[in-house]
């Protein structure tokens, strides 16, 4: 009897851990399921979030590519404010270019850096400018944001000859751009980093243009 007892506990013992071991695995396979479904929503927001800045700086001009994919990366410290490589995004109709977004930097803005998207047309006129980040006084300098005003629309429809070069300035130093109420070093940091895509953009036109490898049929 004792021997039967002793079996049975054993079996007993034996059954709820290979119970315990179906749960905990069960559970580990939710687990990893719901982290692959959240990982792969989290992937695709992201993306779409993306794709919405990039789009905003495009205005509308017609593309049939992805612009996620077809980037470039270059550098130039002086001209697009930052010594690390700068994404360059190609928007080409049916292979064709149509324009690039240019991801540049104002370096010299109040409280720091100030990340800048800047979408240029193929005849170097800017069909939008947005801010990505920046550490900018709130209520003064933030109003560069398009949330927070419509000082940055001014660039749109602008180009290194309109107005001319050494018109690039807030009005303060004799320029054509409006400077921000209280806020002056802010807005003439992104107006420096604007033109001075432009430059770049006009300097390196035809390789940020070039066709892609393979055409569209």
Known sequence: MDTGRAESAMWRGLRSALILTAVTTVAFGLVVL????TRARIVASERASR??????????????NDLLADVTYVHDPALLGTTRPVPVYR??????PAAVVIAAVAPD??????RL??????????LGVRVVSHHETPGLGDAIEERKSD???????RSLVD???ERWKVRKDGGD???LTGATVTPRAVVRAVSATLVYFEQHRAELLAAPATMPP
């Open 34 to 37: 719901v982290h692959e479904a």
């Open 51 to 64: 794709v919405a800045q990039l789009e905003a700086v495009l205005g509308g001009i017609a593309h049939d």
């Open 91 to 96: 928007a080409r109709h049916k292979g064709r």
């Open 109 to 114: 803005g109040y409280a720091g850096s100030i």
């Open 117 to 126: 998207l800047v979408g240029i047309d193929g005849a170097g006129t800017i």
């Open 151 to 157: 000082w940055i629309h001014g660039f749109t429809g």
């Open 163 to 165: 107005p001319p070069p």
């Open 177 to 179: 751009f409006d400077q």
